[in-house]
């Protein structure tokens, strides 16, 4: 199975090589494997349906949890015959259907490649996280096939609205199933599946689960993006957004349904979203006229079916849900490629335009009809089959009926677009002049009759189809035992409601007064596109404003909140627990005293200074103030060093301020919070004084440290000097690295001020070389 | 075994005094910082690997013994980081040669980028091997100091004004370090990591919770933690493209370090870390949003690269074992896919003319290989399967899970809410400037500047750099298994760092005895 995955993208990589010899050929290239992949799966289908799943896997990072185990059994069966056979069905077709000399096929054939290993790979996952990146990896490639080369606007908001609202869904799912994983102490799904864990962070869990079905498989309210993706080359939409990518939601639902089909938390919203999506995908399909859209929404018209047959958590539903799931694969995917033959050969795939198109097509519109028939239930088609089922699983009364009633309204629709698809696009329309159709060949026709057929074939050898979908039911522990798969299951409810859906889609589709009534009428919170628009304007303006208001760009705003994390900092550990000193000693030495005071009156001058000068020289009498401290500390060399300093800063400050004008040119915005300021500064230096004082005060021990030094500095150093000892031996590393500091920035001081000078002379011309700067003049 | 553990220090501090004399041989200069930077990444693999198999390897400086000289240590976070910022290192400074050959001729040497870009270097590996307090400054002094420079390097006076925005508040967080060093002195007696150990758990709580939350607001500058993170997207972007790759791989990522370090060496894990996690979910969705809403592609990325240190707050705030792994495999993909992403930007910049997201166009089209040097590291940071950012992140959604308290949840909510929010900006950038018609570049507006430089020339070397770069955040996919054994057992050290003050301070007899 692993081989099969890894073979998709190795093709990938190949088809992209080798496209610019092959042209569309790549795509005959491209379906080999899933073509194969289809093969090895048969071949081993015996020992499948018997219930016997084919187990393999890869360590990736255990310890993290990441590990990739592949199980193939029946649910996985029946994904693998839409995503490898339809897969490599719609590859042969894209040949057929890829102009000669088409630009760009060989990424459109690398993206399918690895979208179809990516498919294969989420049906058989068996632990959260495989299940997670192939979920994701179809997301990418659904964005980057939809957006295509991305020059069209359409093209690109579609795109980005399927990556979005598929991606909300990914994520939401991935906490679920972390949460599921965390709830059950196993990654594996079949193990979550065969002891479901329960509780409210269980429930949680499947809610979010479900969102990543609903998003995914397109459900109301997050169904628009579907539509909107039908920019994609038409081959493309038969395969991801009919037969593959849009089922992944459903295959998720199918997938969980065993373990927590009776969890109200799980099958009501599905249930509910499911129906709902139905009537509304079906209303929407009549008023189409693109051939396209109409099957779009046909297509979430029907996911909402499987949503709701799968959700439902019955063993009948189940039943009835594979065998839809299986039918719909079928036909759906027979259909596009109708649209696709038609747009190709026509050059419209507008209802508005297309007429005579079955009469000069009529194998075309044979097929399209058999398709079509399956869709709307007529027998002896496997939709049928499927919908029979789907009926009978619904009349046990209570809730069900509910549920009845919205699927037999739901199919009433199907049969009405049914048929307007079929006069649509086949019919001659006596208003109209014929379409110019070019008879399509048997490398567009076989890949449409192959689907087609198997739905007949399904259909009429119902034991065949019974083998295939058996097994999935069989592993529903809930609800009553489900009937045989039959396309006679004798006159009772089922077969009324499938002539009652017959019959009402002809009156339907026949006066379409009977539902054109609601135009406009229906509440307009229920347009969900511009819910999705709103949605992103919304965050745009949030994401403006919040960062807006944040991000002020004044270098003092930043300054006063660090000073404020400060003071906050400071002020949680002294009001929490800090312990008071004994007793307070105001002061060593009655000269620090006034010393004190003479600082404090430096810093408060500074700071309502109206020229620059006088600001520099108060600050300057702190730094003074604070070297005559450390002499009444018993520091004299310390006190040496803060003077020289202080005395370099105050020459080197009156050499740069006679640049600057005398007084501050802001001084109106300066005063404007200068209290402000003031208060910020002055309660984080006080507050962190304070803790100076409390903390040494805290220390139980005089420092080990410091009385190591006094004792080793002669005998190890050989200096009488601790502070020396400590400079250039103890610590000479970090002595090391602030000369290196120093360096560094006479260094760049050094570059500033040449470069400033070079500029002055040299206005056009770089600092560095003025040599290189005329080459690149020169190149220009 | 030891030399291990200072040659990644001293080695390019050498060569940048080297370098500097070197300013006219513009090739020996070159080559002299290829090679000190290839010969730290062999000496950090091989560094790894004899700490992962041997445990910590411990230098005391001039043989004196902790606490009373200076300790540098190698663990497993170490020398891992040591690691990835050597590739990093390497890989950035192989695109500036590339970019100033071709910018200013191959004859042209450097009287400033060469030696700075090594001091930084040395500066971040001795941030990563201390085991001192002080010499943590020291190490930031360096670094900093150093990216001063570079960041005021070859541009504008507008330019040089928001290099200051970046000088000032680094000077203030400096400051606020030194002061916090000296509270801590003052309440320990000590400024030895491992000895602080052993020292703090003596003293009431409210003090050890003002000095971890000190430390806390300290390295949470230099790391752009919200709310002290705004000086970041004003500064980074107004750096050349490849200092801006190293600023924001490695130097955001040494705070986030030292945050790690300090935290789980220094102090008990304590119920106040809430704080951490509210901040951690602040800092996702405060710099997701932020990238939303930015045109300018440098300022997006930096908006990015803030949310993304949410993340790995994230992990060391759960403080368990799986949170810790996580945030040590984050900071591991987020150095490289980082730096990839702000070097690949550089060559879209320089083939565009601008560093506007909407005055780009279809970038994809005209250059595809530099489009596909952006979309990897661009998916891999959104968390897109399979790449490093999913791996990383798995971990640490698993790990709030694991926590099951409320804010935990909430946290990781805020999470997935910044891996949608950061894959709709990326989202957009690939769609509005990757996608539709090429556009006509647009002319290099001040040629003295090296921010934006339209002159639509790369060189292989820069395009290798970045691809290699790329390469080594694929790379993170395939080794994920050692990658998360060895970040897992990195994890275990750091929550249990007894071992850690063992060999610092149990050695002490042995080296004191040597004397």
């Known amino acids: 199975m692993l081989l099969a995955i890894a073979l998709h993208m190795l093709v990938a990589v190949i088809v992209l090589l080798i496209a610019r010899r092959a042209g569309r050929w790549v795509f005959a290239i491209a379906a080999a494997v899933p073509a194969v992949t289809f093969a090895w799966v048969m071949s081993g289908s015996a020992a499948t349906l018997a219930g016997d799943a084919r187990v393999e896997t890869l360590s990736w990072a255990p310890k993290i949890g990441l590990e990739s185990v592949l199980r193939l059994d029946v649910l996985s069966f029946v994904m693998i015959i839409l995503v490898s056979g339809v897969g490599a069905v719609v590859f042969a077709f894209y040949a057929a259907y890829a102009k000669p000399g088409e630009r760009g096929v060989g990424r459109t054939a690398a993206l399918l490649s690895v979208f179809a290993g990516a498919m294969l790979g989420l049906v058989l996952a068996d632990d959260i996280f495989t299940l997670y990146v192939f979920w994701e990896l179809t997301t990418v490639c659904s964005f980057l096939l939809v957006g295509g080369d991305g020059v069209s606007r359409a093209a690109r908001r579609s795109a980005v609205q399927a990556l979005l609202v598929t991606a909300i869904g990914g994520l939401a799912m991935l906490g679920g199933l972390v949460l599921l994983a965390e709830a059950s102490g196993t990654y594996r799904i079949s193990e979550i599946v065969a002891n479901p864990p329960s509780g409210a962070a269980v429930n949680v869990a499947l809610v979010l689960l479900l969102v990543g079905v609903v998003t995914k498989s397109a459900q109301v309210p997050f169904h628009p993006w579907l539509p909107g993706a039908m920019v994609a080359p038409t081959p493309v939409s038969a395969y991801l957004h009919a037969a593959a990518m849009v089922k992944a939601g459903v295959y998720l639902l199918a997938r969980f ?6 969890v109200p938390a799980w ?32 297509t979430v018209s029907q996911l909402g079916f499987l949503t709701v047959l799968m959700g439902a958590g019955t063993r009948a539903a189940a039943l009835a849900g594979i065998t839809l799931l299986l039918a719909h694969g079928l036909f759906k995917s027979a259909l596009f490629l109708v649209v696709g033959v038609i747009d190709r050969q026509t050059g419209t795939r507008d209802i508005r335009h297309l007429s005579g198109v079955g009469r000069q097509s009529p194998a075309l519109a044979v097929f399209a009809v058999l398709a079509l028939a399956s869709m709307a239930g007529l027998p002896p088609l496997l939709g049928f089959v499927g919908k029979e089922t789907a009926f009978e699983a619904f009349t046990y009364g209570g809730t069900d009926t509910f549920v009845l009633v919205a699927i037999a309204l739901g199919s009433v629709l199907t049969v009405a677009y049914s048929i307007r698809f ?117 965050l745009d303006d949030v994401a403006h404003k919040v960062t807006g208001r944040l991000q002020v760009g004044s270098l003092p705003a930043y300054l006063g909140v660090i000073l404020v994390a400060v003071f906050v900092v400071a002020g949680v550990g002294m009001i929490s627990d800090t312990p008071l000193p004994a007793e307070w000693r105001w002061f060593d030495n009655p000269l620090q005293v006034p010393l004190a005071l003479l600082v404090l009156a430096g810093a408060w001058a500074a700071v309502f200074a109206h020229r620059r000068i006088t600001a520099v020289l108060f600050a300057s009498v702190v730094g003074y103030g604070i070297a005559a401290l450390f002499i009444v500390d018993g520091g004299p060399d310390l006190a ?39 208060a910020v500064a002055a309660t984080a230096g006080i507050l962190v004084s304070l803790a100076g004082v409390l903390y040494s005060g805290a220390r139980t021990e005089s420092p080990t440290a410091s009385q190591e030094y006094a004792e080793r500095a002669v005998s190890e150093a050989g200096a009488s000097n601790v502070v020396n000892a400590i400079i250039v031996d103890f610590r000479a590393f970090d002595t090391v690295g602030e000369i290196t500091v120093l360096a560094v920035a006479a260094a760049g001081a050094a570059s500033l001020i040449l470069a400033a000078q070079r500029s002055a002379r040299r206005p056009t011309e770089s600092d560095e070389d003025s040599k290189a700067s005329k080459r690149k003049e020169a190149s220009r | 075994m030891t030399a291990l553990v200072t040659l990644p220090v001293l080695l390019p501090l050498l060569a940048a005094a080297l370098s500097l004399m070197l300013t006219r041989f513009a090739t020996i200069q070159r080559l002299l910082g290829l090679i000190v930077l290839l010969l730290i990444v062999l000496d950090a693999a091989w560094l790894l690997q004899v700490v992962d198999s041997e445990g910590p390897v411990v230098v005391q400086l001039g043989g004196h013994a902790a606490p009373f000289g200076i300790t540098m240590i190698a663990d497993r976070l170490a020398a891992l980081l040591l690691l990835v910022s050597a590739v990093v290192t390497l890989s950035v400074l192989l695109f500036s040669i590339g970019q100033r050959i071709t910018d200013y001729g191959r004859d042209t040497s450097s009287t400033a980028f060469h030696p700075m870009y090594l001091v930084l270097c040395s500066g971040v590996s001795l941030a990563y091997v201390s085991g001192d307090l002080f010499n943590l400054f020291v190490a930031f002094e360096i670094m900093l100091a150093a990216s001063y420079v570079l960041i005021t390097r070859r541009t504008t006076a507008s330019r040089i004004r928001a290099g200051m925005t970046y000088v000032i508040v680094s000077l203030a967080a400096s400051l606020l370090f030194i002061t916090m060093i000296a509270l801590v002195y003052a309440a320990t007696g000590t400024v030895n990591l491992a000895d602080l150990a052993d020292k703090m758990g003596a003293l009431p709580d409210g003090i050890q919770l003002g000095l971890s939350l000190l430390m806390l607001v300290v390295f949470g500058i230099k790391a752009a933690m919200v709310p002290l993170h705004f000086w970041l997207p004003d500064s980074y972007p107004t750096a050349p493209a490849p200092i801006t790759a190293v600023f924001a791989g490695l130097l955001t990522k040494v705070g986030v370090y030292a945050m790690i370090r300090t935290q789980t060496l220094v102090f008990d894990h304590m119920e106040s870390w809430t704080v951490l996690l509210v901040l951690g979910s602040l800092t996702m969705i405060v710099g997701a949003l932020g990238a939303i809403a930015q045109d300018d592609i440098n300022r997006l990325l930096s908006f990015l690269l803030v949310s993304h240190i949410g993340f790995m707050l994230f992990g060391l705030a759960l403080f368990n074992e799986l949170g810790m792994t996580g945030a040590i495999l984050y900071v591991v993909h987020h150095i490289i896919v980082q730096a990839s992403l702000f070097l690949a930007c550089g060559l879209v910049t320089r083939h565009t003319g601008t560093v506007s997201v909407n005055g780009m166009s279809g970038v994809a089209k005209a250059y595809p290989l530099i489009a596909v040097l952006f979309a990897l590291p661009a998916l891999s940071l ?90 080594a955040g694929l790379l993170i996919i395939f080794v994920a298994g050692p990658l998360s054994g060895i970040s897992e057992r990195a994890a275990t050290d750091l929550l249990d760092p007894s071992s850690y003050r063992e060999v610092v301070l149990g050695d002490s007899a042995i080296a004191g005895g040597g004397e």
């Open chain 1, 640 to 678: 040496l060093a803060q003077f020289l300093v202080e005395s370099l800063t105050l020459v080197v400050f009156v050499f740069v301020l006679r640049r600057f004008p005398a007084h501050f040119s802001n001084l109106k915005s300066i005063r404007s919070f200068r209290f402000g300021k003031l």
């Open chain 2, 382 to 471: 959104a968390g897109i399967p399979p790449f490093s950012g999913f791996i990383a992140k798995i971990a640490l959604f698993q790990a709030g899970v694991q926590e099951a308290t409320p804010i935990a949840y909430v946290a990781t909510g805020a999470a997935i809410l910044t891996s949608l929010l950061t894959l709709y900006a990326v989202g957009r950038v690939w769609v509005v400037s990757f996608w539709g018609e090429p556009s006509t570049p647009h002319p290099d507006p001040d040629p003295t500047d090296e921010l934006i430089v339209g002159t639509r020339v790369t060189s292989r070397s820069m395009t290798t750099a970045t691809g290699g770069l790329v390469a």
């Open chain 1, 257 to 262: 349904a065993p373990g927590f089909g009776d």
């Open chain 1, 422 to 538: 079929v006069w649509g696009a086949f019919a001659t329309k006596t208003d109209l002049p014929d379409t110019a159709v070019s008879t399509p060949g048997i490398g567009l026709l076989g890949p449409v009759a192959l689907p087609a057929l198997a739905g007949l074939v399904f259909g009429v050898a119902t034991p065949l189809a019974s083998t295939v979908v058996d097994g999935y039911p069989a592993a529903m522990p809930f609800g009553p035992e489900a009937s045989d798969l039959a396309l006679w299951h004798g006159i009772g409810v089922p077969l009324g409601l499938s002539v009652l859906a017959l019959v009402g889609g002809y009156l339907v589709y026949r006066y379409p007064a009977s539902w054109q009534w609601l135009c406009g009428r229906l509440p307009s919170a229920l347009n969900a596109q511009r819910g999705y628009e709103r949605a992103v304007t919304g």
């Open chain 1, 267 to 298: 099958w009501v919203p599905a249930v509910v979203l499911g129906s709902l999506t139905m009537l509304i995908g079906g209303y929407r399909a009549l008023r189409e006229t693109d051939l396209k859209t109409l099957l779009a929404y046909g």
